[in-house]
């Protein structure tokens, strides 16, 4: 049974904060620690609420230290194995304002709530969440340092998950970002934290004792981190802009609608197409496939945007001719601007990937530290010569690839295509749409240049093997 919140019966009146614990059932001990840390503080939540998540329920209690019912907590439970769910149920059965969500392996430090309910009072009606810094420590409590977190920044953000369970959510904003998300694995927060701030709210760090939280191997964060999923769990929290420019041509439109039928994409996915063909027919022909792929893949949004003005190159006129990318590049530019997704993928109507390409590549574009790559390209040839769409890093376009150069995974390099890659949004609003020419580059190259000129670094992925059908060899 799934768990979706819905709103309290009884409306809202002067309670201010609630504190919503979620225990599985493992580590009683520490359970109970973190409870005993939350009955503690002074002044105390107006409401306090365990939710067990586990097939046992209320048969746990005997397992904690003393029963929490007689400490001032209403005690609910369910067997979810999601701790999003769990939140959910307790956010129902509360009434307050602002809602702290606690994991039963951390501790409140002496003063924490005081210093939450001094910021949510003085906080703008804008503000959805007041988050803190993070005390890690081991599973006995040795300190393992203090992370002082950044202040917010919408797209900062997007890049790096710095928003913890444990901060004061306003209950406004996380009703109109629809609860809880669940089956993010271990990003449910992060989840929560884009949805609300995709929604205009914003959040704000406060002062005051951090959260103390406990690094042990039995986390879920460690967990997904042993099994390989947690990359699979960050591309999936994050929303993805696809973003095609349709030339006119028949003969690889069909595969490009079969790719994004069949693909691989994220729960929040948006489609951008520019139909630059300058017929009617085939125009119709886009619009009627991108609704149906809007109600089939239940896409976030769609923009169709006719462009009917097409490039008038003669027909024998080679494809590196400068009017032409500097036509396609004005047409990209009026698009990418305009773009709020996390994640951008430009897809070319004539290159055909692999149906798990956007998750792997989007796998790809981790959370700092982990990295600040900007982009990440799937492997096409670009002519007949054997040559990849993609430079090296100590030569650009000038120091080709070949397919016998990549292994399975990513490779650093100094530029990539634009035909199937992933572009982390927040790098691409700091930078236009770029148009070197002068260096004998497209929009794409320009651009990777630039990225790496602001620090970022570019990578294409050998596992990514697409088909070029026009413009490159027809090899995968």
């Not at 953000?157 to 809880?180: C, H, M, P, Q």
């Not at 939280?213 to 699979?232: E, F, I, L, N, P």
């Amino acid at each position: 049974m799934t768990i979706r919140y819905s709103a309290p019966r009884i409306i809202p009146g002067v309670r201010a904060i609630a504190v919503v614990a979620a225990w599985g059932g493992q580590h009683p001990a520490w359970a109970g620690e973190a409870l005993a840390s939350i009955e503690g503080q002074r002044p105390a939540a107006d409401e306090r609420v365990l939710v067990i998540d586990h097939p046992h329920g209320l048969d746990l209690l005997s397992r904690l230290p003393r029963d929490p019912r007689n400490h001032g907590w209403t005690v609910l439970h369910g067997d979810w194995r999601d701790p999003g769910q769990a939140r959910n149920l307790g956010l129902s059965r509360t009434t307050s304002r602002w809602v702290v969500f606690f994991d039963a392996d951390n501790l409140m430090a002496p003063g924490h709530l005081d210093a939450v309910g001094r910021a949510v009072r003085s906080a703008l009606p804008r503000v959805g969440v007041v988050y803190h810094d993070i005390r890690y420590v081991t599973a006995d409590l040795g300190d393992s340092g203090l992370w002082r977190v950044p202040d917010y920044d919408y797209w900062s953000l997007r890049a790096s998950n710095f928003i913890d369970t444990s901060s004061a959510w306003r209950r406004e904003a996380v009703e109109l970002a629809g609860g809880w998300p669940v089956g993010c694995g271990s990003f449910e927060d992060y989840a929560l934290a884009l949805a609300v701030t995709r929604r205009g709210w914003v959040a704000q760090r406060r002062d005051g004792p951090p959260v103390t939280m406990r690094q042990h191997d039995h986390s879920r964060s460690h967990t997904r981190v042993r099994t390989g999923d947690r990359r699979t769990d960050l591309w999936r929290t994050r929303t993805l802009g696809i973003v095609s420019l349709l030339a006119g041509r028949h003969s690889t439109f069909g595969r490009w609608a079969e790719f994004l039928t069949h693909a691989e994409l994220p729960p929040h996915t948006s489609l951008y197409v520019i139909d630059n063909s300058g017929d009617p027919e085939f125009g119709t022909l886009v619009r009627s496939t991108c609704e149906r792929l809007a109600v089939d893949r239940r896409l976030d949004h769609l923009t169709v945007l006719p462009r009917p003005h097409r490039y008038g190159g003669a027909p024998d006129e080679p494809y590196f001719v400068r009017e032409r990318h500097l036509h396609i590049a004005r047409l990209y530019s009026e698009v990418m601007p305009t773009i709020r997704e996390d994640l951008v993928l430009t897809l070319e109507d004539d290159v055909e990937p692999p149906l798990d390409a956007v998750r792997r590549l989007g796998e790809q574009i981790g959370c700092t530290p982990w990295g600040r790559y900007a982009a990440v390209a799937g492997a096409y040839d670009m002519g007949a010569d054997g040559g990849l769409c993609a430079g090296r890093a100590d030569g650009g376009w000038g120091s080709p690839i070949h397919w016998r150069d990549l292994g399975d995974g990513p490779m650093d390099v100094g530029s990539v295509g634009g035909g199937c890659t992933m572009w982390a949004n927040w790098a691409l609003v700091e930078q236009p749409i770029p148009f070197m020419w002068y260096d004998g580059l497209g929009w794409d190259g320009s651009l990777c240049n630039r990225l790496r000129q602001n620090g970022f670094g570019i990578q294409l992925h050998g596992g990514v093997r697409c088909t070029h059908h026009v413009h490159g060899a027809i090899r995968s």
